[in-house]
């Protein structure tokens, strides 16, 4: 197997490194950065954003169904994965980084591709040296809940 390819156009690390999180984030949400190759497999698409704070815009598909003709719970995860990280990192400073330490969920209802866009929710509850947690929601446009959870960052400088 040959080595991976990143897109054309991906930032450096070391780019990454020389902006804040809130430049950072922005600069994916104005599209000045691309979004990571990540979006390409469970589309996400960047609405708002503010210090600890993220919303995305997500919409299911048949192409991620589980047996049961339901949005398969990794897809939520996922989801919620990527919009708490995105939000713990709208906090961090230049030259610092993060890692996802663990993310869990809950499912109140049924995920499936006819309810159309859905906002996908990150915000920081608290921001330490070195642990950031954040909490993550899933619902549609009218508010309905369909999945939370929270995760928990470590902040690497």
């Known amino acids: ?3 991976y390819q990143f897109p054309v156009g ?6 990454r490194l020389s902006m804040t999180g809130m430049e950072f984030v922005g600069a994916m949400g104005d599209k000045t950065l ?3 190759p990540m979006a390409g497999v469970l589309p996400i698409i960047p609405h708002s954003f503010e210090l600890g704070f993220v919303e995305f815009r997500a919409t299911s598909e048949e192409r991620f169904a589980n047996p049961m003709h ?3 719970g990794g897809w939520s995860l996922s989801m919620i994965d990527t919009a708490t990280a995105m939000a713990a990192y709208t906090t961090l400073k230049k030259g610092e980084s993060l890692v996802t330490l663990d993310t869990s969920g809950k499912f109140i209802r049924p995920i499936t591709p006819m309810l159309g866009e859905l906002r996908i929710i990150g915000k ?16 549609d446009l ?3 809940l369909y999945v939370h959870g929270n995760s928990s960052c470590q902040i690497i400088s």
């Open 1 to 3: 197997m040959g080595q």
């Open 10 to 15: 991906l930032t450096e690390h070391s780019q």
């Open 34 to 36: 691309p979004m990571p």
């Open 70 to 72: 339901t949005t398969h």
């Open 124 to 139: 920081v509850i608290s921001r330490g040296r070195t642990i950031i947690t954040i909490e993550g929601r899933i619902e």
């Open 142 to 144: 009218n508010g309905k």
